[in-house]
C-alpha cells in the first residue's frame, strides 16, 4: 500500500479535522523514528497515518475494521501493530512496530494538547512542561497516561528523550500541523 491509496482509506472513514491532524502528527513521528532506528520509513509511516482511521466511523469496533481491510490487502505487519496500539487488547507486541505505535500514539497527542493551550504553540515548547502536564489529572483527562509510560517502557526509551524527540519532529511540521 502507498500513501495516497492509505490516504483514501483513511478519509473514507475520517472526516474530523482534529482526528485527521492526530493521525498526520503520529505518521511523521513514526516516520522519524523508522529512519532513526534504520526500519521500514514507509510501513510505519503508514502504521502511523491508519492507526484510528475507523476510530470515527465504527468507535464500537475499533480497530478491528481497519485491521481486516489492512489483512485483506496483505499489509499483515501493520494491522498486527494497529490491533496492539492499546495495552488493553491484550495483543502481544511482537516487533518494534508494534511497540513504536504504541510508545507514539498516545503522547503524541498529549504533546499537541500541550502545544495548543501555549500561546506559540511548539515554538518554545520543553520537555519538562510536558512532563508537568502529564501529572496534571485534569490536563487532557482523556489521554491514558498509563499508555504513556507502558509505551516508552516498552518501546525501551526513556520518557524525556521520547518527549524531546516527538517535540522535534512536530516542531519541524508546526506549519503544515497549525501548531
Not at 492509505?6 to 492526530?22: D, F, I, N, P, Q
Not at 520543553?126 to 498509563?146: H, M, P
Request: with cysteine; charged share 25%; net charge negative.
Amino acid at each position: 500500500m502507498n500513501r495516497p491509496e492509505a490516504y483514501t482509506l483513511l478519509t473514507s472513514m475520517t472526516k474530523s479535522e482534529s482526528l485527521l491532524r492526530h493521525m498526520r502528527t503520529v505518521e511523521l513521528v513514526m516516520e522519524a523514528y523508522a529512519h532513526k532506528l534504520n526500519q521500514n520509513a514507509s510501513q510505519w509511516a503508514l502504521a502511523g497515518l491508519l492507526h484510528d482511521a475507523d476510530y470515527e466511523a465504527f468507535p464500537e469496533q475499533h480497530p478491528q475494521v481497519i485491521v481486516e481491510k489492512l489483512k485483506l490487502i496483505g499489509e499483515h505487519e501493520i494491522a498486527h501493530a494497529i490491533s496492539a496500539h492499546y495495552t488493553h487488547w491484550n495483543v502481544p507486541y511482537d516487533t518494534l512496530l508494534d511497540k513504536a505505535l504504541l510508545a507514539c500514539d498516545e503522547i503524541t497527542g498529549f504533546i499537541v494538547a500541550c502545544c495548543q493551550v501555549r500561546p506559540d504553540g511548539i515554538a518554545s515548547l520543553e520537555t519538562k512542561s510536558v512532563i508537568k502536564k502529564l501529572k496534571d489529572k485534569g490536563f487532557a483527562a482523556k489521554v491514558d497516561r498509563n499508555e504513556v509510560y507502558k509505551g516508552a517502557e516498552l518501546f525501551e526509551i526513556d520518557l524525556n528523550e521520547h518527549i524531546g524527540f516527538i517535540i522535534e519532529v512536530l516542531r519541524e511540521n508546526r506549519a503544515e500541523l497549525g501548531i
